[in-house]
């Protein structure tokens, strides 16, 4: 296959300070500055940290509500500590250039994961949640779904209601115990 099959020319208007940052990478690795952009330009499509490879390679594994929950809390105190750290940096005269620029990049590595964390936590909830009015099959008897909420603790809850011809009964499950136990029949 010649290049030509294999790449398309483009023509790039980039900032010359810019330019100057990308001739001084491809000089310290010893290569083109074509290289140099693709190189660059492919390290960010690549994964950068285990939930983008999780969600990259193991979209079909099963994730809990509630554990992924529980990382989207873990990651918003680690956001909250990495933007009280960076203000404290970045309004200290003792700090230097390099310290502050170094609590920028925790900071914006902190939005990403918990971004990442939050679309991962929407996506599995909305994959998992429970139907409202939707039938299931539940301890044994047929139950529909009257609501489901949230607890003060950040506990999720469903209410349910049977709709089989045995006597009639309600009650209240864990929205993990509930679609880790029920089977949606209608």
Not at 68 to 92: D, G, I
Not at 149 to 172: I, K, M, N, Q
């Amino acid at each position: 296959m010649s290049d030509e099959d294999r790449y398309t020319r483009i023509t790039l208007r980039i900032p010359k300070a810019l330019t100057a940052q990308l001739k001084s990478g491809a000089d310290e690795r010893s290569h083109s500055m074509n290289a140099e952009i693709i190189r660059r330009l492919e390290e960010t499509f690549e994964p950068q940290n285990s939930l983008e490879v999780f969600q990259k390679y193991a979209p079909q594994v099963f994730v809990d509500v509630d554990d992924a929950r529980f990382n989207l809390k873990m990651a918003e105190h680690s956001l909250q500590a990495a933007k009280e750290h960076c203000a404290a940096t970045l309004a200290s005269d003792e700090a230097s250039d390099l310290e502050k620029e170094f609590a920028r990049l925790d900071e914006r590595r902190a939005a990403r994961r918990y971004q990442g964390l939050l679309e991962l936590y929407e996506k599995i909830r909305k994959e998992k949640s429970v139907q409202l009015s939707a039938e299931y099959k539940f301890k044994g008897r047929s139950v529909r779904v009257v609501t489901h909420s949230v607890l003060p603790d950040g506990t999720y809850f469903v209410e349910w209601e049977t709709v089989d011809d045995g006597p009639h009964a309600s009650g209240r499950a864990s929205e993990y115990t509930f679609t880790s136990e029920a089977v949606r029949i209608g």
